[in-house]
């Protein structure tokens, strides 16, 4: 999952990146309103985490003038614990509030509801054909066989997993599982992905190439 981060505090900022990142999560940070409009005009990304009060501006009126046409949900990041100011945020287009100071677990575990819900989802799991993926346990499961998968092929897999029977492209692939300063070229996507094959062979499932245009996750012939 490829994240924004909005945050003035570079303390913070650092140990946020740092945690999500132990996860194969890709963190791009800006510290302002415009860095963040910069970042969004630029890429798309899976969840926005977003600071209240930042140097140019209130993250809650940037967010309620960018709701008409961002759709990526958004996790409000304050020091105000008043309900009158969750009402607010929650109002103004937030998918979900965390109070400040809060533990990284806490947010995670939010990080991962929001993004359920809006995939219309209850449970963490993913049916691939006959075999069930865990992007929160890294585990992919076929009968009675367990593979435990490493953080960048859990990232790989849930790029294709939450697209089912799509081509992805390279490019689309590298957008969704690295940041702007991370270094990374299309060939360094053939070897992940060659590598995540050789994980899930025999499991019911495959990730195929479609030539010239990308790769596309296939359910096996029964």
Do not use: W
Not at 20 to 32: N, W
Not at 152 to 165: D, S, W
Not at 186 to 192: K, P, Q, R, S
């Amino acid at each position: 999952m490829r994240y924004l981060l909005v945050e003035d505090n570079i303390e913070l900022s650092d140990a946020v990146i740092k945690r999500l990142a132990l996860d194969g999560h890709a963190v791009d940070h800006a510290m302002t309103l415009a860095e963040a409009e910069d970042c969004l005009a630029a890429a798309n990304y899976d969840l926005i985490l977003l600071d209240v009060m930042l140097p140019d501006g209130d993250g809650r009126d940037f967010l309620a003038r960018s709701r008409a046409h961002l759709q990526t949900p958004v996790i409000v990041l304050t020091a105000r614990a008043q309900v009158s100011d969750r009402v607010g945020a929650l109002d103004q287009g937030a998918d979900d509030y965390i109070t400040k100071p809060f533990d990284f677990s806490e947010l995670e575990a939010r990080c991962r509801a929001v993004l359920r819900r809006r995939g219309g989802a209850a449970r963490n799991d993913i049916a691939l054909g006959p075999a069930v993926f865990d992007p929160l346990a890294g585990t992919l499961q076929y009968g009675e066989q367990i593979v435990e998968l490493r953080n960048r092929e859990i990232r790989l897999l849930e790029v294709f997993a939450r697209h089912p029977g799509q081509i992805l492209s390279k490019s689309h692939v590298m957008d969704r599982m690295f940041s702007y300063d991370t270094a990374v070229t299309e060939n360094a996507i053939e070897v992940y992905v060659g590598r995540l094959r050789r994980r899930i062979d025999g499991m019911g499932f495959r990730i195929e190439t479609v030539r010239g245009l990308g790769y596309r996750i296939e359910t096996d012939a029964p």
